[in-house]
């Protein structure tokens, strides 16, 4: 036999449906309490009398839920190539090549070079 966990999560800080309420609601699943903003851990009863009028509540039907994996890291080098080079990576026809080229220009300093950029008329 399956034993069912429920949470009630906090997830704003305002409350959704009256003081203590909570923002969302698991049942009728398994899920991996990590993380600081779950008020509460319990049967279905136990976590639906945290509900309030605006909870979003989620019936797992038996699945399992974990907290998401964000990973906010980016390369520095590579974002700011984004922002200063030429993306040509869609160009395969002179005209579109010197508008893309004069794009990049546009967004540096006076006597720049445009040293990186995505290519990709090889492609084609």
Known sequence: ???FLSVALLIGATACG???AADLVLVNGRVYTLGEKIIAVGSNGDVRGLAGS????????GAF???GFNDA??????TGALLTGANLL?????DAF??????????LPEGSWITR???GAYEL
């Open 1 to 3: 036999m399956k034993k």
């Open 18 to 20: 009256g003081p203590g």
């Open 54 to 61: 605006n909870t979003q509540t989620i019936d797992l039907e």
């Open 65 to 67: 839920a974990l907290p």
């Open 73 to 78: 890291h980016v390369h520095i080098d590579g």
């Open 90 to 94: 869609d160009v395969h026809v002179p």
């Open 98 to 107: 010197t508008e893309r080229i004069a794009g990049a220009a546009s967004r």
């Open 117 to 119: 950029g995505d290519w």
